[in-house]
């Protein structure tokens, strides 16, 4: 059969190279001109099923009502984006219940260690090099009650298969030599020696180029602006270069989807979440971090990329705003400061600041498998996970195109299911 993939970042790429796994003709289409430049581009590189938990956990609403109008909070409401997230609020608060969140947690944990299995297999048979470390994650604390929390998330996550090695600061400090100017303020930390990282982009680029020897085709500066339907199915995209035919679409637009989705009576709840990177040189003597470490209190990921340092944090709901707001990159930089000083970049530096929006839907579960109609596919809304989970969603997805029993119960990722 022939399949259109709508969007080349994470989640295309990988839906595209699993569908061309199995046989099928494949077509890439983006509005970008080449892969991962949407918010697969500079995330903050981690792999981590340690991390597998919706970021709506019970007691959110009072945490967010006690951050509005602070912009150095980690999650900032800013009022043009609330009429737009209204109802996707109230459903996204509706999942904060413990019970369903423990349950959208282990759906998502398990999807994360089938996706780092999948991601094993797929690196070693292509060979592909993003600067991978496998050296796991590291979460560092500076509030005994907030590590109380963190350990009790982490003994739930490790009914998953995530493995939490609980460490005091004297542990955290032999684990992460590169901690040396913070550990007097740490309470304890948690080492994840299954997480890994690496550069998400290196990676889409390196899987682009694997599939056009593979003969995938790409089609990168596409606009897609809907679909035509033909009865009960689609028959062509509507794009700014013509209709253009296949069998099947899948569409991994990010948080685009529901845009393009609303055409064909699709009501996905993605809301954008925005968030921000900087990537900085080591500019003072100090010792390189050997993984990502990230900062519990100021909800920041500092990630060793390449020789730099990759710092990326903060939830912004500003709708489809891509505005490099200067206090938020301050915070980044400030939160460097307190954990690596020999990173912090001189006042003039280009810093690389970055943001991209994360599709996230309202009950933090991604969506994967077939729309209402016959043959339309999403592979959408994987939020702050994206790269954790996409090479499984990817798999998964194929395995449910081609009607192959799925490796894992795709129930919980099911369209259907809102
Ligand atoms: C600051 C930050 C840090 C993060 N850190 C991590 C991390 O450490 N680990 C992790 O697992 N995840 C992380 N994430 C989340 C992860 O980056 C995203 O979940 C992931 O990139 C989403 O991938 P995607 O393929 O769904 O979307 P995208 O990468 O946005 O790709 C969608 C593509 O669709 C294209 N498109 C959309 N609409 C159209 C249209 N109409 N016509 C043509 N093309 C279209 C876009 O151009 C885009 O290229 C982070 C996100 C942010 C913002």
Not at 63 to 77: C, F, M, S
Not at 161 to 175: E, F, H, K, W
Not at 215 to 228: K, L, Q, W
Request: contains cysteine; glycine residues 12%; aromatic residues 8%.
């Amino acid at each position: 059969m022939k399949f259109i993939v709508i969007g080349a970042g994470l989640l295309g790429l990988s839906s595209a190279y699993y569908l061309s796994a199995q046989g099928h003709r494949v077509t890439i289409v983006d509005r970008h001109a080449g892969a991962g430049l949407g918010t697969s581009f500079a995330n903050a590189g981690m792999l981590t099923p340690s991390q597998a938990e919706p970021w709506n956990m019970p007691g959110i609403l009072p945490k967010v009502i006690g951050w509005l109008g602070r912009e150095d909070a980690p999650v900032l409401l800013r009022p043009a984006a609330l009429g737009s997230m209204f109802f996707w609020g109230l459903r996204f608060l509706h999942h904060s219940g413990r019970e369903r969140f423990h349950r959208n947690a282990m759906s998502n944990a398990r999807l994360a260690r089938f996706s780092l299995a999948a991601l094993h297999e797929l690196r070693q048979k292509e060979a592909l090099d993003y600067g991978q470390i496998c050296r796991g994650s590291l979460k560092i604390y500076r509030d005994r009650e907030a590590f109380a929390e963190g350990v009790s998330l982490a003994n739930l996550l490790a009914g998953s298969g995530v493995t939490p090695n609980i460490l005091d600061p004297a542990g955290a400090l032999r684990v992460e030599p590169a901690l040396q100017d913070v550990v007097a303020r740490l309470v304890g930390a948690i080492h994840f020696p299954d997480d890994e990282s690496g550069n998400a982009h290196r990676y889409c680029s390196a899987l682009a180029a694997t599939m056009s020897r593979q003969g995938v085709e790409f089609c990168g500066n596409v606009e897609v602006n809907g679909f035509v339907l033909t009865g009960s199915k689609v028959s062509a995209l509507q794009t700014g270069q013509g209709d253009m035919e296949a069998d099947g679409f899948v569409l991994c637009a990010g948080s685009h989807a529901p845009a393009l989705g609303a055409g064909i009576g699709l009501h996905l709840p993605i809301q954008p979440v925005k968030g921000y990177s900087i990537t900085v040189p080591m500019s003072g003597s100090g010792v390189m971090p050997g993984m990502p470490v990230v900062d519990d209190a100021r909800h920041v990921a500092m990630t060793p990329l390449d020789g730099l340092l990759r710092v990326a944090g903060t939830a912004e709901f500003a709708g489809f705003d891509l505005t490099l707001t200067a206090g938020r990159i301050e915070n980044l930089k400030r939160v460097v400061g307190e954990v690596f000083p020999a990173f912090v970049p001189e006042p003039t530096m280009d810093v690389g600041a970055w943001a991209g929006l994360r599709p996230y839907t309202c009950d933090g579960v991604p969506i994967i498998g077939r729309a209402h109609l016959g043959n339309v596919y999403l592979n959408t809304g994987h939020g702050h996970l994206g790269w954790t989970l996409a090479a499984g969603s990817g798999k998964l997805l194929s395995q449910l195109v081609s009607g192959i029993t799925p490796d894992i119960d795709p129930a919980p990722y099911s369209p259907l299911r809102f």
